[in-house]
T-cell receptor, first 119, second 111 residues
Framework: GAVVSQHPSWVICKSGTSVKIECRSL??????MFWYRQFPKQSLMLMAT?????????EQGVEKDKFLINHASLTLSTLTVTSAHPEDSSFYIC???????????????FGEGSRLTVL | RKEVEQDPGPFNVPEGATVAFNCTYS??????FFWYRQDCRKEPKLLMS???SGNEDGRFTAQLNRASQYISLLIRDSKLSDSATYLC????????????FGAGTRLAVHP
């Protein structure tokens, strides 16, 4: 079935550095991808919607200059956490919809997630 | 008030038990409803969509009550492999454009 791949799975960085996370749709083209963040024992929170060839749409309260999103192709979206701080430590997950795949319902597939720890 | 509320659990049940999870949502305009399963430190995976008439998939039965804005998931004959966190998910736009996730209900099935 359709697969969404995220890289890296784990990343540890120093405070003040930037970290890039990649999200790829492997078997289908995704004009739209979604970026979520999940803190321990909390729900997934949508951060932004990544649109191929145009600017991302950010949810209220998410700083677009801190969380840079680039959707340069139909199979790749990247999230860059700029000047990371310890409070940015979280589980970041991307997702994409396969319009013709899944169980015929345009199922949303999630990447494996990227666990960021900022020291 | 949270948009999607779930009992966090944990629900500790023996193998073979029947367990039910509940979920309420606040936006009456919500159009699509889902149950996702999330294993520890893994990504969520779609368990099943929830239809107005209720639907069943093997040991899993989902129900929707739009009047009460209430969704349920029933698991029969629990297996050890059912141990996970079950996420109630709603969408107000239809489809998958903007999903609102509950914090999840944790299930632990023991021998």
């Amino acid at each position: 079935g359709a697969v969404v791949s995220q890289h890296p799975s784990w990343v540890i960085c120093k405070s003040g550095t930037s970290v890039k996370i990649e999200c790829r749709s492997l078997d289908f083209q995704a004009t739209t991808m979604f970026w979520y963040r999940q803190f321990p024992k909390q729900s997934l929170m949508l951060m932004a919607t990544s649109n191929e060839g145009s600017k991302a749409t950010y949810e209220q309260g998410v700083e677009k200059d801190k969380f840079l999103i680039n959707h340069a192709s139909l199979t790749l979206s990247t999230l860059t956490v700029t000047s990371a701080h310890p409070e940015d430590s979280s589980f970041y997950i991307c997702s994409a919809r396969d319009p013709g795949g899944g169980r015929g319902t345009g199922e949303l597939f999630f990447g494996e997630g990227s666990r960021l720890t900022v020291l | 008030r949270k948009e999607v509320e779930q009992d966090p659990g944990p629900f500790n049940v023996p193998e073979g038990a029947t367990v039910a999870f509940n979920c309420t949502y606040s936006n009456s305009a919500s159009q699509s409803f889902f149950w996702y399963r999330q294993d520890c430190r893994k990504e969520p995976k779609l368990l099943m969509s929830v239809y107005s008439s209720g639907n069943e998939d093997g040991r899993f039965t989902a129900q929707l009550n739009r009047a009460s804005q209430y969704i349920s998931l029933l698991i029969r004959d629990s297996k050890l492999s059912d141990s996970a966190t079950y996420l109630c998910v709603v969408n107000t736009n239809g489809g998958y454009n903007k999903l609102i996730f509950g914090a999840g209900t944790r299930l632990a099935v023991h021998p």
